[in-house]
């Protein structure tokens, strides 16, 4: 677990610790030391700390303009015990909102399990989302499947092409671009 990085060749671009509008403006990360864990698993450093036990994040990239931000997770997404939604809810997303993001894009390639309760705040961040939307991309296919039990994916949109989409590839407007458009098609606006 502590060899899996966040992606960071983003970051001449963005970096969430510099930006003075973000929940993370000011974290520091310790490349010497490794401190965070996941079941006593070191996980590398650079993943930042959202409160919760089992799951970290780093946000990869916001453009306020476009209203999108971008956030890779590591982690078991567990919202039975850990009441992870809620934490990721109040401490990221809810700041985020507050600056007029309203489309998010999550990376889930490393979440390794999802562990569902209620949808409650699912249902409040897609409602704070208004006009733009929720996106799932490359969840692993038993998170996934756990997620729609749940029905999550009433909330955010994943599955078909955003399950296998090259995103490391992209630059991060051009992931955004690709991005709306699969979710235009899919809902049809």
Known sequence: MHTIEPHYAWLEQYQASEDERSPLYGAENNLDSYVNTIYGYFIHPQWDDMESDTLFLKILFVDYD???AVIEFIGEWNDAIENDIMQLKRQIIDPMVHEGIRK???IG???FNFHGSDDSYYEEWFEDAEDGWIAGVNFQEHVS???????IDSYVNFGGQLDELPWRTYPPKKLVHVVDGLL???LGA
């Not at 499947?145 to 029905?151: P, S």
């Open 145 to 151: 499947r756990e997620m729609r039990q749940y029905n």
């Open 104 to 106: 998010f894009i999550l």
């Open 66 to 68: 476009e209203r999108v």
């Open 109 to 111: 390639e490393n979440v």
């Open 184 to 186: 235009q098609r899919r």
